[in-house]
């Protein structure tokens, strides 16, 4: 067993059906499994209750959300409370009519929400129109309190800013989670694929390493194919867990579900960040300018 210097997490790698309903239950019973194999912190992927359905622009779409709380957060919040676990709950939340967000509950051991994140970074590619969908977040970057420590989330489009990982990081995360939905154009996938994938990971791997803790990343898997056609996207799945010096102590695979377990390891995160002192060395009186679009 994890000693009290360490969390146990898990991350739920897993593909979608159309019924949000089962995608829930299904979701539930995987916070089950992740707790009894020892997890203290489950994580699910982004937008879970559904497949990825910002591949098109149609305001139908927007039945699909849900307030917080509602029906996502009472479900996980009793899995939460049964299994002892924080669990990270993505959702499509629905604020107010004609407003919404994606967000992350953070559900304690106990089943209360003890935290909301919003996604702040909100990306428009072709088949990532999610702009159309969601408001920018306004909240804020935020780290959490929970029975197992101290935990932040940022959700996806996320990854890619150093500036959401860096305050996040310094309100005390241990973890950085980033619930996400990412996958292959498929024309895209033979020319560009891999590295796009190795930038998603370097990138990440970088958040760890400029910020001395540890990132864990859950995608979800499965070629998703939009009811009326087309190509659809190939979510590459590839969940990983890296330390404060970069290293990938856990990854799942690329093409299947998986629950995948890894340690947090307090004394680890003091031992490089004493060695790599990065966060003593900021020099905080120089960085004017970071918060204007560009320096012209």
Not at 22 to 39: F, I, P
Request: charged share 25%.
């Amino acid at each position: 067993m994890p000693s009290p210097r360490a969390i146990r997490i898990g991350l739920v790698q897993m593909s979608m059906s159309a019924d949000p309903d089962e995608n829930l239950a299904k979701a539930v019973e995987r916070v089950g499994e992740a707790a009894r194999a020892g997890a203290q912190v489950v994580c699910l992927p982004e937008l879970y209750r559904s497949p990825y359905f910002c591949q098109k622009e149609d305001a139908r779409l927007f039945d699909l959300a849900e307030p917080v709380p509602g029906p996502s957060t009472h479900a996980l919040g009793r899995a939460a409370r049964e299994a002892g676990v924080v669990v990270v709950a993505p959702v499509f939340e629905r604020r107010a009519a004609g407003l919404y967000h994606n967000s992350a509950a953070i559900l304690d051991a106990t089943g209360d929400i003890v935290g909301l994140y919003r996604k702040m970074h909100i990306p428009d590619d072709p088949a990532f129109y999610e702009k159309f969908y969601f408001t920018p977040g306004d909240l804020g970057f935020r780290a959490f309190d929970t029975q197992k420590g101290r935990i932040g989330t940022l959700i996806c489009w996320d990854q890619w800013y150093p500036e959401g990982a860096r305050l996040t990081a310094l309100q005390g995360a241990v973890v950085l989670f980033y619930p996400t939905a990412i996958g292959w154009h498929p024309h895209e996938k033979a020319q560009h694929g891999a590295g796009q994938h190795d930038a998603w990971r370097t990138v990440q791997r970088g958040h760890a390493i400029a910020n001395g803790v540890y990132v864990a990343v859950v995608n979800r898997v499965g070629h998703e194919v939009p009811p009326e056609g087309g190509p659809g996207l190939e979510f590459w799945g590839s969940s990983f867990v890296a330390d404060p010096f970069g290293v990938v102590v856990a990854e799942a695979p690329s093409d299947a579900e998986e629950i995948l377990l890894a340690t947090v390891d307090l004394d680890r995160i003091e031992e490089v960040r004493r060695n790599w002192p990065f966060l003593r060395d900021r020099r905080i009186d120089a960085y004017s300018g970071l918060e204007r679009r560009f320096l012209d």
